[in-house]
């Protein structure tokens, strides 16, 4: 008679063994452990100076940027209000520095401004020497201009002495250049021919 062999489904599932669940348990009270140690070393390091080593703990820490900032009062062995002022002071040399800075560059915008003055004030003194030139050429081309009305309307031996009593030969030139060419070939046929000759060269050389 054959015996059937009963299979139990309770245990056929996936059990981890007690043996490694052992193994995970005590893995992390070892961990644990560890991490207690190494915390409590650190705190005795720092709150003790064990050995002397809480400076060189401290330098090595500086890097990480939480704890950094923490221990940066032991490696230099300050107190925070110590630190504090230190930080105040350097924040206030930066503003120093900053402000002479700004100084400077206040002077630099002071002695452009002078310059630029400086050069309004010759550009000013140009135009109004310009202006009284202008106006100098103007009243002699107003004048040049009544005088050859006059010596056009006069007989010519008379508008010949008059032009030859006039003690600057160009204004002499400029009028009969703007003279009428018959009144003008009157005048000159009427000088002495050298003098017309003369004049008649400086009126073709203008």
């Known amino acids: 008679m054959q015996q059937t062999q009963s299979t ?6 996936n059990k981890e063994p007690k043996g490694e669940s ?13 991490l207690l140690t190494v915390v409590i070393t650190f705190g005795s390091i720092f ?5 002397g080593l809480r400076s060189g703990v401290a330098k090595s820490m500086v890097g990480i940027p ?13 107190t925070p209000e110590e630190i504090e002022k230190e ?4 924040a206030k040399k930066n503003l120093e520095l900053k402000e002479q800075q700004i100084n ?9 401004e002078k310059e630029l003055l400086s050069k309004e004030q010759e550009i000013t003194t140009k135009e109004a020497d310009l202006t009284a030139k202008t106006s100098q050429i103007d009243e002699k081309i107003s004048e040049i201009k009544e005088r050859v009305e006059y010596l056009e309307k006069i007989e010519t031996p008379k508008a010949v002495q008059i032009l030859l009593s006039m003690e600057s030969k160009e204004s002499v030139v400029q009028i009969l250049r703007n003279m009428k060419k018959d009144k003008a070939s009157q005048i000159l046929a009427a000088m002495d021919p050298l003098q017309a000759a003369q004049l008649l060269e400086d009126i073709s050389s203008q």
């Open 87 to 90: 930080s105040i002071e350097i």
């Open 66 to 78: 939480i704890l950094g900032k923490l221990v940066q009062p032991i490696i230099e062995n300050k």
């Open 22 to 34: 052992k193994k995970s348990k005590t893995f992390v009270l070892i961990l644990i452990i560890l």
């Open 8 to 13: 139990n489904p309770k245990n056929s599932g």
């Open 47 to 51: 709150a003790f100076n064990v050995a």
């Open 104 to 112: 400077e560059k206040l002077k630099e915008l002071e002695k452009r």
